[in-house]
């Protein structure tokens, strides 16, 4: 059972937590996961027809959704029926993990010891929060601040003016300065006309052999994590949103945008200032033309550009007709 290291949890069981409900079995609720990654404590969600797929993988015994939505699930999944899947979401991630709605400071940094990391060159003013690990050979900028349980591999750099929380990087990463990662994404539900926020009790995984240059954003998952497959090389000012999953040797250009949940695939090449939106599938080897609008899913080795995004055959021939 995988404990949350970054959100301290409260024990509350089924029952209590949703006293309306006749529950067979109770227990004290391990965390709040995607149907793919729950298992038997969690709870899990099913909010759109989209993941329908994933329903008979999910080995949650509870999961909200909606009235119009649960004919699709198993009659051994116990159902949660509500008006707004979302907004429900929300209250029991926030009751569960009652800090995760909000970035508070970590007031427990402090200056490295030497004591603890023998092995890791530091520049002036770094602070490090309470049990992070370093590995050995890593050297970390000036002026850089990595937050508690915080773990970076062997063989990193990290540039000056690094914020790091709520995030696991892996061997011989590279973060170049004033990158942001691990703070909580954009995320609000809309109801009575009041913006309610989501709490965001997910981190950021960055695999092995990963560079991230000058002024990017990563934002840690909500639900799920946030996730930069190996050998992955992101532009300066890349913006990657919370759930966001980036897959291996992958290209991204500058001032790349990419809402939240969605899936890019191995071997995918972005070009500057394209935008991707949420919940959407990019397959392997594909490219996307810089400036372009991706707001529909890309099967594998597709060539795409404009706005909307469009196989490039089509984008070349539509502008050769509006310039003849």
């Known amino acids: 059972m995988e404990k949350n290291i970054f959100f301290k949890k409260k024990n509350i069981t089924l029952k209590k937590l949703f006293p309306n409900y006749n529950f067979k079995d109770n227990f004290t609720i391990n965390s709040v996961k995607p149907l793919i990654s729950a ?3 969690d709870i899990t969600f099913f909010d759109s027809i989209k993941y329908k797929d994933e329903i008979n993988k999910t080995k949650a015994n509870v999961c909200i959704t909606s009235k119009k939505l649960e004919k699709f699930l198993p009659k051994n999944i116990n159902k949660i029926i509500v008006k707004n899947v979302l907004f429900e979401l929300a209250r029991i991630t926030k009751l569960l993990f009652p800090m995760s709605d909000l970035d508070y400071p970590d007031l427990l940094l402090n200056k ?18 309470l049990r ?25 750099v990290i540039g000056s003016g690094v914020i790091i929380k709520n995030s696991i990087l892996g061997d011989n990463v590279v973060v170049q300065d004033n990158c942001k990662l691990g703070q909580k994404g954009f995320g609000f539900i809309h109801i009575n006309g009041k913006n309610i926020k989501f709490p965001h009790i997910g981190k950021v995984k960055i695999e092995d052999h990963v560079e991230i240059a000058s002024g990017c954003t990563i934002d840690r ?24 999953k980036i897959g291996s040797n992958c290209m991204i250009a500058g001032q790349v945008g990419f809402a939240g949940s969605s899936k890019i695939g191995n071997n995918v090449s972005i070009g500057g200032q394209a935008g991707i939106s949420g919940h959407l599938k990019i ?41 003849e």
């Open 112 to 129: 490295p010891k030497n004591t603890i990391f023998k092995h890791v060159n530091f520049g002036n003013n770094v602070l490090v929060g």
């Open 132 to 156: 992070v690990k370093i590995g050995k050979k890593s050297i970390i900028g000036s002026n850089t601040i990595i937050e508690s349980n915080v773990k970076i591999g062997k063989n990193c």
């Open 39 to 41: 298992q038997k404590e």
């Open 221 to 244: 998952g909500s639900i799920d994590d946030t996730v930069i497959g190996k050998n992955t090389y992101l532009d300066n000012q890349v913006h990657i949103a919370h759930n966001v």
């Open 283 to 323: 397959g392997n080897n594909v490219k996307i033309g810089g400036g372009s609008g991706v707001v529909k899913d890309i099967e594998d080795n597709k060539t795409v550009m404009g706005y909307p995004a469009v196989p490039l055959k089509d984008f070349l021939k539509k502008n050769k007709n509006n310039n």
